[in-house]
């Protein structure tokens, strides 16, 4: 079963037009990697997913639900690339406030704390934390209340290599739990630890493939090379 399903999918901003007919679907329990470079309309799709996106023609469906859908503000958690926290409270006190405005049970900030790694910075003013630790309290108030998607736009930027590794471990123990996550990254080397990948390019869909079927279908088997590969051939 898809828990996302887009179908025609066009979008435009500025009279421009950002997605022209987009048609794919992500299947449940899965990681899904959306890949491409600056501009190539990732975190407009991702927008047109959680229902913030005006859209031209086209279908959203998310859960069963069209995109937006108020029955959805509880089953879907939504990171975006800006730290969306406020910085005069402690990383304690902004996931406890997001958990009672969720209606999510006092057990889970302690979950979410403990999924990013935040347990030593619980009563620390958010203000005063770097880049990488805001994304990660931004990241644990989209798991409160055990969301059944998960829609991060580019989570890992700023993070150093340790805990991106233990992030993307974190996100493969959730798509095991039954969770699915679609993740944006412009960053190629972290594509292999996603199930399937779908790589964008000027709003258009490049390929929509597992890691070892982009490798098969482009004889390459660096997916930086496979990915300009196929921007050759679709350019």
């Known amino acids: 079963m898809a828990a996302i399903e887009i179908s025609d999918l066009t979008v435009h901003r500025g009279g421009t037009p950002v997605l022209t007919g987009l048609t794919l679907a ?20 991702l927008r047109a997913i ?5 859209v031209a023609t086209g279908s959203v469906t998310v859960l069963g639900e069209p995109a937006g859908s108020p029955e959805l503000r509880r089953r879907v958690g939504y990171v975006t ?8 409270l402690t990383v304690a006190e902004n996931l406890t406030y997001f958990a009672r405005v969720l209606g999510a049970p006092r057990a889970s900030v302690a979950r979410a704390v403990e999924l990013v790694d935040l347990g030593s910075f619980e009563n620390h003013l958010a203000g005063r934390l770097s880049g990488g ?15 059944e998607l998960l829609v991060l ?7 150093d290599p340790v805990l991106r590794r233990d992030l993307w471990g974190t996100f493969a123990s959730l798509a095991k739990e039954g969770v699915t996550l ?10 292999d630890h996603c199930d399937r990948l779908l790589l964008l390019r000027d709003g258009g869909l490049v390929a929509d493939d597992t890691p ?19 921007v050759e051939v679709t350019g």
């Open 26 to 45: 992500v299947e449940t329990g899965t990681v899904t990697g959306l890949l491409g470079p600056s501009g190539s309309g990732k975190s407009t799709l």
């Open 50 to 54: 959680v229902g913030v996106q005006i």
């Open 81 to 88: 690339q800006a730290p969306s926290v406020y910085l005069d």
């Open 133 to 147: 630790q805001l994304s990660r309290v931004s990241l644990a108030t989209a798991l409160l209340g055990s969301p």
């Open 153 to 159: 736009d580019e989570p890992t930027v700023g993070l």
């Open 182 to 191: 679609l993740v944006s990254s412009h960053v190629m080397d972290e594509a």
């Open 212 to 230: 070892a079927g982009l490798r098969a279908r482009t004889g390459e088997s660096d997916l930086d090379d496979a990915f300009l590969a196929l």
